[in-house]
């Protein structure tokens, strides 16, 4: 049976641990010292790498050192030893994992679907770092919004029933933005409502699923004319494609 559980890292990252038959892999590990911790005796079998961040990537040289196994990310990251593209496979756990490109965060930026198929359980499994959140989206920090909206409807496009394992918790945050958005979706008040009696018990929003992402989260979202009409409000005009609302929306989010 596959397991996945959050890591917490540093102010707010996850660093989600999958486990299966005593075996044991983490995504994005920006410090080792809590992956030791949460290994307790257990080794590391593998590690996976999303974008170049520090906060993902900052404890790979300790933990590779420690336990001897394969990195598995971008090819731009020191201490990948098996790079990743667009389009590859990969094997974890047993599990076959397929390698998306998915730029504007950064432009090296990968998602990772984990397909866990045991003849019992069928269900994809998302990591997707920092470019989709909980009810979110990653800072634009490298990539163009072009770049962005077109990653994030990749994603969009799993299965509803898909699990979403973003790297941060920031779905509260995420949530009161949505709800001045579009403050007439019933959906993000009903979550955000769920989400900030998880917090206030101090427990992990994650992980999501693209149907709720599909229903709350206002970036991908730009195509619901509420939307377009409160971009409009930020800098976006009548005449905007999704992409610029979606841009609009991105910059209102970073000064909310
Ligand atoms: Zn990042």
Known sequence: MLTISPIAAFSDNYIWHLQRDEQDWVVDPGDAGPVSTALEERKLDGIL???HHWDH???I???AAKYHCPVYGPGSVEGVTHPLAAGDRCEVLGFPVSVMDVPGHTLDHLALLLREN???VEQN???CGDTLFAAGCGRLFEGTPAQMYSSLAKLSALPPETRVYCAHEYTLANL???AAAEPGNQAVRNRLAQVEALRASGKTTLPSTIGEELATNPFLRCHIPALARQAANHGATENSDEVEVFAY???WKDNF
Do not use: C, M, P
Request: charged residues 30%; proline residues 0%; hydrophobic residues 40%.
């Open 49 to 51: 790498i999303t974008h």
């Open 57 to 59: 990537t900052g404890g």
């Open 61 to 63: 040289a300790e933990l």
């Open 118 to 120: 045991d003849g019992r």
């Open 125 to 127: 499994h998302l990591f």
């Open 176 to 178: 009161r933005f949505a």
């Open 249 to 251: 929306l991105r910059r």
